[in-house]
């Protein structure tokens, strides 16, 4: 049961860098970066799961605006879309995951990141806004782009690990 989504809602503007929820990240790729569509991270229960929790058991996802199976409690912003579109109001955005080790290592190679092994998934977010929710964060709607989405790592002297939520 998905329980206490946040009522806030964060707008995410690319072009002033990185977003980050919890443990993740979510880096815009260049549009110089092309993307490997081959193979697609399914999504499970009409949500595309970007991260889950290892501590809460709570996942970072966005909320695929067809109407899943089983209901899932989302955000007012996810609601809202969905109304929207329905209506007619707004064209039905779409959100799909994708695996690319050639993406991320060009996104090394550009200087964007300095380590590959904390890319989790390639996301692309086509004609409309998406929202990524999370039991214990804000809101995020991330606009129309193609972003990579990362783990984050903590560091105290020679000791790091990878944030869990």
Known sequence: ??????ATIHDFDPSKGMAF?????????PKNI????????APVDGR?????????????????????????????????LMSD??????????????RDSVAVEAMRSAGIITRVDLAVAIL??????MCLSHEEH???????????????IESAGAEERVVVD
């Open 138 to 152: 804000d809101t995020i709607r991330i606009p129309v782009g193609k972003y990579l989405i990362g783990r984050q």
């Open 124 to 129: 692309i977010v086509e004609t409309g806004p």
């Open 48 to 80: 595309l799961i970007l991260q889950e929790g290892e501590v809460s058991g709570h996942h970072h996802a966005i909320t695929l605006l067809e109407r899943p199976a089983s209901p899932v409690k989302t955000s007012k912003a996810v609601q809202d």
């Open 21 to 29: 929820q919890g443990d993740v990240s979510i880096i815009p790729i």
């Open 85 to 98: 579109a329905q209506a007619g109001k707004i064209a039905i955005p779409t959100a799909k995951l994708y």
């Open 1 to 6: 049961m998905h329980t206490n989504i946040s």
């Open 34 to 41: 092309k993307i490997n569509r081959s193979d697609e991270i």
